[in-house]
């Protein structure tokens, strides 16, 4: 890989806006967007580009958001596939045949070398984390909240390109889209403790004057496991943009206190 852009930029394609990275749009073979909130047709605290079931909205404004998204990227409904998302660590491999379902259940992450096929994690406030390996045309979706983090998914899923389809660690390209920032994520015991048992470095969280509370920077923490796992640090790219503090772009969990939507991120080999 040559020079690798640091930057994102906002786009609009038909009504649906997005986030995109230069580093990715270098790679004429991959399609790829990180939604914002904005393009769709949910109401109230779903508003309006949500693609979660869960949170409480009605299936059919998620069936015809799904299908906005379908036609500005012209990629077919049946093109997405998505994992159900149980912050686990579990990373689904599709080596060539066509999946019989399109949501995986137990799984937090998809590995495919498959054309045409559309990898897609949900977020509000989560890290989604692109991989791509330029060279042999293997991409990865990962979806990493603090749990999945603190299990290792990223390191996982780099793990998974090695041995399942040799790639080489310098050759991937790792894309951080947007999630919670250091500005707004203060955390406790619960998250503290488990996501530094048994490491020697956790400079991804900061003391507060608050005993018991510290700030966790979720893309750091997930930027030195991918260097651990052997990714050149100019090969990871991150989107430096906070979700709960921008609320008026994008879905968040803790921005919203709970009560919220999903945006989708994708991407694809052409
Ligand atoms: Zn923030």
Known sequence: MTHISQEFRFCKKEKVRFLESLALREYDFIEHAFCTRWGGVSQGPFSNFNFSIQV????????QNRE????????????FLTVEQVHGDKIAIINGDVPDS?????YDGIISN????????????????????????VIGAVHAGWRGTALGIAAR??????????????????????????????????VFNPMTEGRGSNDFFKG???KGKW?????????????DAGLLPDNIVSAKICTSCNV???????????NTGRQINFLMIK
Not at 102 to 106: D, L, M, N, T, V
Not at 158 to 183: E, N, R, T, W
Not at 215 to 227: G, T, V
């Open 68 to 79: 906005i998204l379908s036609t500005a990227f012209h990629i077919p409904l049946g093109g």
């Open 248 to 258: 008026e772009k994008f879905f968040s969990h803790r921005g919203e206190e709970g």
């Open 157 to 190: 899923a780099v793990d998974v390109f090695v041995k399942k389809f040799f790639s080489s660690p310098s050759d991937i390209l790792a894309v951080l889209g947007p999630s919670i920032g250091p500005c707004c994520y203060e955390v406790d015991e619960k």
């Open 114 to 137: 498959r054309p045409g096929l559309a990898l897609a994690v949900k977020t509000a406030d989560c890290l989604p984390i692109f991989l791509v390996d330029t060279k042999k045309r």
């Open 208 to 210: 507060t004057d608050q």
């Open 215 to 227: 700030i966790l920077d979720l893309k750091m923490a997930n930027n030195c496991q991918l260097e």
């Open 56 to 63: 409480g909205d009605k299936e059919g404004n998620i069936e």
């Open 102 to 106: 399109h949501c995986y259940p137990g």
